[in-house]
């Protein structure tokens, strides 16, 4: 059977690119000049993504890695204005991670996203901007603009969507020490259970409930070995569904498995690949399970488990997956534990919707303006806002360019150059076009470095 869980994809999303606006005036009988009346071009459709409690996979983008949304129509006279591209949601497990993917080496960049709540979404792909018609350039002064503005093409992008599974405890451990087996007794979960290493493959999700009517969500990570935080073995890549679980169940095979493994020398080796994946997981409440205890000659090591975890401040049950011996006991603990850290947690920060909050973040980025020397006299301006003015202006039409640099006084550009140490007549680097920089001092900062040393290598040659 084909394993339909997938936990990391990488996709490329595209929003919907935005219509022209239209460069159109009043034509009717009687009214030989009549003013502009070139509609707006269409916003394009945006890509989104929402967080589902109603699944547990990322399977729907392990085939399909290309997303599109539609793009807006171009705008016509009479103000008739072109109309937006539909959005296109892209629905993900509660959990999920969204992250933006460097263009050259498809490695995470930074953080667009983490979607703890259901219905939570973000706006990984917007729509480009469509452009507005010639009714918008109307002043006292130029009352019959003849230009409008393209239509802004969105941007195509990487993401990386990474889920993180919501569970308030997780079963941790060797391979084959008896994890599915617990979470099989402890809850309706049913996952594969045979007698050898890596039976499980994927996480397992159950819902365990006490005697005392609490209940909790516990995952069965698949099994761990030495170098599972540097990618060794089958559980590493199932590390980060214990980032924001609450609580760790770490269980011990007492039987020391097939290979008469030490059971100290497990316990240790688990907690040193935790701690090595992220640092904070030494801090994590951990609550140490010693399974297959109704086997005969495991008194010993039960005991020596016993006294190691006490000693580093862990609570210790001594159960058995195969006969159910102390697992109620277990249950309770766990669930009155998992309540606490619940409530604490919520004290510390409210459960809340942050889809406005990763929607300011993402407008702060797109309005932010860079700037780089590439030579001497020739800087290299980024930045989403400042190339969308670029990309919209009609550069046929000198109107329009005399409208993009009024655009770019506005938005602060001139001043960032001035500050920068950009001078009169240095080239300005957007995209593929390039301009005269007309706004800062005729001083070249270079200018006198450069006399100096031309005076200095005159001393030298005499």
Known sequence: MENTFTDLSHINVKGGDG??????????????????????????????VEADPQLSSLIDFRYKHHFRAERGTHGQGARRHGRDGADLVLRVPVGTVV????????????????????????VVAPGGAGGRGNIHFVTSVRRAPAFAEKGEPARDHWIELEMKLMADAALVGMPSVGKS???????????????????????????????SGQSFVVADVPGLIEGASEGRGLGHQFLRHIERTALILHVVDVTGGYEGRDVIDDYRTINAELVAYASELAERPQIVVANKCD??????????????????GHEFFAVSAATGEGLDALVSTCAAEVARLRAEAAERDPSRDLTERWEREREWRDRQIHISREERHAWRVTGTQVERMVIQTDWENDEAVAYLQHRFDRCGLDDALAKAGAVNG??????????????GSDDDPYADAEDALDEAFTEVED
């Open 19 to 48: 219509g022209a606006g239209c460069m159109s005036f009043r034509r009717e009988a009687y009214v030989p000049k009549g003013g502009p009346d070139g509609g707006d071009g269409g916003r394009g459709g945006s890509v989104v």
């Open 99 to 122: 992250r933006e993917l460097d263009p050259l080496t498809q490695t995470p960049a930074y953080d667009i996203a983490d979607l703890t709540q259901p219905g939570e979404r973000v």
């Open 181 to 211: 087996s617990i979470i099989a007794r402890i809850s309706a979960a049913r996952p594969k259970i045979a007698d050898y290493p890596f039976t499980t493959l994927v996480p397992n999700l159950g819902v365990a409930r006490a005697a």
């Open 295 to 312: 086997l005969p000659e495991t008194a010993e090591a039960v005991e020596r488990l016993r006294e190691a975890a006490e000693a580093d």
């Open 426 to 439: 240095d080239e300005i680097r957007i995209l593929e076009l390039a301009f005269t920089y007309e706004g």
